[in-house]
Each structure stands twice: as C-alpha cells, then as structure tokens.
C-alpha cells in the first residue's frame, strides 16, 4: 500500500523538477534577446526580439575607428625643412671668414646665408646683403625671431639667420661662422628681418650630402664692427 501511494508522488516531483528546469532555461535564452516593435506591411504592430549576445566562442572586440588619412599625413614641410637647415648650419659652425667666399670651408656674411639655404634645398641668387633684403618679403612680428628669418644690421651690411629670440648664426669677420646672442650690442644695430619663402616650396630635400655637425661655438658678447 505505502508502495503505491509513493510511486505516483515520486513521478509528480520528477515532472515538476523536469518543467522548472526547462523555463529556467528559456529564461535565460530569453535574457539574451532584445524585443522591439515594429510594423508589418498591414500597419499592425508586431513584436520581434533580436540576439544581442555574441555567438559562443567569439570575443567582444572594440570597434576601431580609422582615422582621417588627410590628418596624419600632414609632414609639416616647414619642419622638416628647418631640420634640414639647421644641420647645414651646425655643420658650417667653426669655418673661418672670408669675404666673398661661399664656402665650403671659409664664408662671408651672405655667403654663408646663401650656403645654408642651398644646402637645405632652397636656391636663391647670390649676392649681398642688401640684395637679400631687396629679394625677400619682411616677415609678420611673430616671425621676426623664428628660426630661419634673416636678420639685418649696420645699415644692411651684414645678414644672419635668426636661431630664436636669444641670437643667431653669421659669418664673423672675426670669428667665422658663430652663434652670437641678442645682446645690446647686436639689438642696436639691427635694420630689420626677411623671410625666405619655404612655405611656397616642394618637400624639401637635401642638396649636399650630410655633413658632421660642429660644437656650437659662440661669439664674444662684444665684438667690433662685422661689415662683410
């Protein structure tokens, strides 16, 4: 008797245990799935639920974005240009003067300046400072002191090219090719600044093979008179 009455019970719990077990998993598929509503072709709402959750086995990966191709392949010319002329300049620093030498071992004013600049793949006509000043354009009053702008003094006998706002690289008589500071005596007898036109120019290469640059050398903080 006790048999029979605990057979069927046993059954009942099975059948109970097996329908919890398959809505806890429906549940959790349905958990899965976003619902939306839309319209048929009819007009009537319609519910529909889409899998949200990435098929098993697969990553969540971040979404790279590219970026603008325009954006990163903006060489800066001007950079790399005044890269270029720099090293020109550092590897002239040291050479002696000479007047109306062009180098390159031995430079005047303007011939170093005119030097610099081919090497750095920028060609303009030699000549004196004054043709300089007569050639090129003055620059706006923040690129008076940028690297590059020639830099006039004594009634435009003399011509350099401006390092920053601290002093520029020239061609001494007495000296060579030097860095002098902007010290009272050189501010007092500048005639003004020129650009030279790089913006305008190719992607520049450079013309002369590159050469060792020199220690930066230093000019006395008072020297006579540098006319060419």
Known sequence: MNTRILFPRLLIACFAFWVTAN??????ETDTRQTRTTLDSN???RLETDISAPPLGEERRPRIVASDPATNAVPLAAGRFD???LSAI????GSPYHYAATGPNSFDCSGFVWRAYQEAGFDFTRGPASSYWATFAPPSKEDQYKFGTLVFFSGLAHVGIVADEHGF???SRHTGVVYSPFNDYWLSRIDGFRRVPIGSMPVPTANAKP?????AIIAPAVEADNQP
């Open 23 to 28: 809505v806890v998993a429906q549940s959790s």
């Open 90 to 93: 550092q590897s002239h620093l």
């Open 83 to 85: 890269r270029i002329l």
């Open 43 to 45: 007009g009537a709402a």
């Open 169 to 171: 690289y020239h061609s």
């Open 211 to 215: 050469r060792v640059a020199k220690p």
